[in-house]
C-alpha cells in the first residue's frame, strides 16, 4: 500500500495549480482531513531542508513545487519563455489595488497622481487584477481586486501574507479615500460588492 | 536632466517619441517628480519651501512640454495646485470670526498627506518587486504530462482564432431566415441588455457552445446584438473563448465569479477604457 505522503507529494508534483487543503481532501476523500494536513506538514518541512531542487511553496492559499530561487539563473537559460516583467507604473498600481482593494480606478488615480486606466487595463489583462463588482455610489464604478495569480505571481499565501506597509508617522492620512473599512483580510475570499 | 542631443535627432527620426517614453519612465506622476525634487533639494517633506520647489517643478515641465505637449496633462494640475498653495500661504488669514478649522491647517497639509501616502504604496512596490516572482526567480513545471493530456482532452484548450470566430457567426446568421416583408417597429434590445442576458445564461455553468448562446435570437438584428455582446464580454475579460481541438466547437467560457456577474451597461463597458 502507499503511504499518504507519496500520493500528496505525486498529486503536488503533477498539479498545475497551487492545491489547496480543501482541494487534497476532496481528492483524497477517504483519508482524514488532519491526516492529510499533518503529511502537508511533513513535505514542507522535508523540502524545507534545502537540499534539492524544488520546494514546497505556501502560495494563493495552497501547496505548489517550485525551483529553488537560488537556481533561477540556471532555469532562465531553460526557459525560453519571457519572463514576468512589471513595470514600475504596474508594480506601484498593484501595489495599490493589493493593499487597498476593494478600489474603484478613481481611487488608484487619486492615490498615484496619474491617470491609470491603461495600466489597470494592462494588468486585467495579465491576470493580475479582476473586477470585483461594481461600486454603490453615483455612476457605479467597477471595482478591482487581485486575483490568485497575483498571489502567485508573487509569491504570496494569501493577501494577509502581504509585507505590512511602512506606517508614515503623524500625519496617518484622513482624506476621503478613509471612508473605506480596513483591508478585507485575509485570504481570497473578497468578494464583497459594497 | 538630459535633452536630446543633435546627434541622436539625426540618427534616429522618431527621436521625439523615442525621448518622451525615456521621460514618463523616469518619473511615473506629479507625485513622483515632487518627491524627487524634495529628496534632490534635501528638505523636509512637512516643511516644503513651495516657491523654490514650484520653481524647479515648472523648469521640468518646460522640458517635458518642448519634448511632448501631451504629457504634461496629470503634471499641469500638480502645477496648478502648488501654485494655489503658494497664493494661499501669501494671503492673509479672514478675520477672527470667519476662520474654519480648515483654514487653520497649514495649505501645504494636503499635499503632503498625499505625498507621503503615495510614497508608502512605492515602496511598497519596491518591496514586491523584490519578491521571489514566478516565473523570475522561481520556476513551476507549466506542461500537463502527456498521458494526461490525453484523458482529458478538455484541457488542452485551444485559443479561438477571430477567423473562427467569424466563421461561426456566419453560421449562426446563415440559419436565419430571411425575412420577406417589412416589419415596423423597434425591437429595443441593446447590446448590455443581452450581455446580462447572457451573463445569466452561463451563470454556474463551465462553458457553452458558442452556437446554443444564438438559441431565441430570431432575427439577423438579435443574432448580431448577441454576437457583438460575446465580443464585448470577451473584451471586458468576463468570458474566454476556446476550443477543445481545432475546427470544433468554439466555448464560451465564464471567467468572473459570481460576485462580478452583476448588471454591466454600456457606460460601464466605455468608462473605464475609453
Same mark, same amino acid.
Given at each position: ?121 494592462? =494588468? ?40 505590512? =506597509? ?18 478585507? =483580510? ?9 | ?26 518619473? +511615473? ?31 521640468? *515641465? ?54 507621503? +501616502? ?22 513551476? #513545471? ?21 477567423? +473562427? ?5 456566419? #453560421? ?21 441588455? #443581452?450581455?446580462?442576458?447572457? *451573463? ?31 465580443? +464585448?464580454?470577451? #473584451? ?39
Amino acid at each position: 500500500m502507499t503511504s499518504l505522503k507519496s500520493v500528496v507529494e505525486s498529486l503536488l508534483f503533477v498539479a498545475d495549480t497551487p492545491l489547496t487543503l480543501d482541494r487534497l481532501c476532496s481528492i483524497l476523500e477517504e483519508h482524514d482531513r488532519r491526516d492529510i494536513s499533518d503529511t502537508v506538514a511533513e513535505l514542507l518541512a522535508e523540502y524545507g531542508e534545502g537540499t534539492r531542487g524544488i520546494y514546497l511553496a505556501e502560495v494563493a492559499g495552497g501547496w505548489q513545487l517550485r525551483s529553488r530561487p537560488e537556481n533561477a539563473d540556471y532555469l532562465r537559460r531553460l526557459n525560453r519563455s519571457r519572463p514576468y516583467r512589471f513595470s514600475n507604473s504596474s508594480l506601484e498600481t498593484l501595489a495599490i489595488v493589493a493593499y487597498r482593494q476593494p478600489i474603484t480606478r478613481a481611487e488608484v488615480e487619486y492615490l498615484r497622481g496619474v491617470d491609470s486606466g491603461g495600466v489597470l487595463k494592462t =494588468l486585467l489583462e495579465k491576470k493580475m487584477l479582476r473586477i470585483l463588482g461594481k461600486k454603490d455610489i453615483p455612476g457605479r464604478p467597477l471595482i478591482y481586486g487581485t486575483s490568485r495569480e497575483f498571489l502567485e505571481a508573487f509569491n504570496l499565501k494569501d493577501l494577509a501574507s502581504l509585507p505590512t =506597509l511602512k506606517e508614515v508617522q503623524e500625519l496617518t492620512a484622513r482624506d476621503l479615500l478613509e471612508q473605506q473599512e480596513e483591508l478585507p =483580510l485575509p485570504g481570497l475570499n473578497v468578494n464583497s460588492k459594497e | 536632466m538630459t535633452v536630446a542631443s543633435p546627434a541622436d535627432i539625426i540618427l534616429f527620426p522618431d527621436s521625439y517619441q523615442t525621448v518622451y517614453t525615456i521621460r514618463t519612465e523616469a518619473f +511615473e506622476g506629479p507625485f513622483d517628480l515632487l518627491l524627487h525634487l524634495i529628496k534632490k533639494n534635501e528638505v523636509d517633506i512637512y516643511n516644503i519651501p513651495i516657491a523654490a520647489i514650484t520653481r524647479q517643478y515648472l523648469d521640468y *515641465l518646460d522640458v517635458m512640454q518642448e519634448l511632448n505637449l501631451d504629457i504634461a496633462g496629470d503634471f499641469l494640475v500638480m502645477a496648478s495646485t502648488l501654485i494655489q498653495i503658494k497664493s494661499r500661504m501669501l494671503l492673509p488669514l479672514p478675520p477672527d470670526e470667519e476662520i474654519g478649522e480648515e483654514d487653520l491647517e497649514d495649505p501645504r497639509a494636503e499635499l503632503v498627506r498625499r505625498l507621503l +501616502e503615495y510614497q508608502k504604496y512605492r515602496e511598497a512596490a519596491v518591496s514586491l518587486a523584490q519578491r521571489e516572482l514566478l516565473g523570475r526567480d522561481t520556476f513551476v #513545471r507549466d506542461f500537463a504530462a502527456p498521458e494526461l493530456a490525453e484523458i482529458e482532452p478538455e484541457q488542452e484548450r485551444l485559443e479561438v482564432e477571430l477567423f +473562427e470566430l467569424i466563421e461561426a457567426f456566419r #453560421r449562426v446568421l446563415a440559419t436565419v431566415p430571411e425575412q420577406t416583408f417589412h416589419e415596423v417597429g423597434a425591437e429595443g434590445l441593446s447590446i448590455a441588455d #443581452r450581455i446580462n442576458e447572457l *451573463l445569466l445564461l452561463l451563470q454556474g455553468t463551465d462553458a457553452a457552445v458558442f452556437e446554443n448562446l444564438f438559441i431565441g435570437s430570431a432575427t439577423r438584428e438579435q443574432v448580431i446584438i448577441t454576437f457583438l455582446a460575446i465580443l +464585448e464580454l470577451c #473584451r471586458l475579460n468576463m468570458v474566454r473563448l476556446a476550443q477543445a481541438r481545432s475546427f470544433g466547437s468554439i466555448l464560451v467560457i465564464p471567467t468572473l465569479l459570481d460576485a462580478a456577474a452583476e448588471a454591466v451597461t454600456e457606460e460601464d463597458l466605455d468608462r473605464d477604457f475609453a
